[in-house]
């Protein structure tokens, strides 16, 4: 059985950086996709980010571009998000997913194994 555990989330203020990691136990890793999803309170959840099986490509949410890295080191079977110039409203749980097969998208329904979220807040 596929288990996602998230860290790294924190309460930081506007402008600040984050990393969140994503770590990945039992099954397979290095063959699937990995996305980003977050929610915040009152909200459906959103796409952030996703990065293919061998990190080759990355597609990012129009918000987060230019400022949100997804990265992965397979043989640590953990995959990142690297947050730079945070804004208030990028307050929300953050999930990691593992995709069904090996390439990018943003659909959630192409995920099925999900983590517990790590709460990230951006105080203004």
């Known amino acids: 059985q596929v288990q996602l555990v998230e860290s790294g989330g924190g309460l930081v203020q506007a402008g600040a950086s984050l990393r969140l990691s994503c770590a990945a136990s039992?099954?397979?890793?290095?063959?699937?996709?990995m996305g980003w999803f977050r929610q915040a309170l009152g909200k459906e959840r959103e796409f952030v980010a996703t990065?293919?099986?061998?990190?080759?490509?990355?597609y990012y949410a129009d918000s987060v571009k230019g400022r949100f890295t997804i990265s992965r080191d397979n043989y640590k079977r953990t995959v990142f998000l690297q947050m730079n110039s945070l804004k208030p409203e990028d307050t929300a749980v953050y999930y990691c997913?593992?995709?069904?097969?090996?390439?990018?998208?943003?659909?959630?329904?192409?995920?099925?194994?999900w983590g517990q979220g790590t709460q990230v807040t951006v105080s203004s």
């Open positions: 997913a593992r995709g069904r097969d090996y390439g990018v998208t943003n659909n959630p329904t192409k995920y099925n194994y």
């Open positions: 990065i293919s099986w061998n990190g080759g490509s990355t």
């Open positions: 039992g099954g397979t890793f290095s063959s699937y996709a």
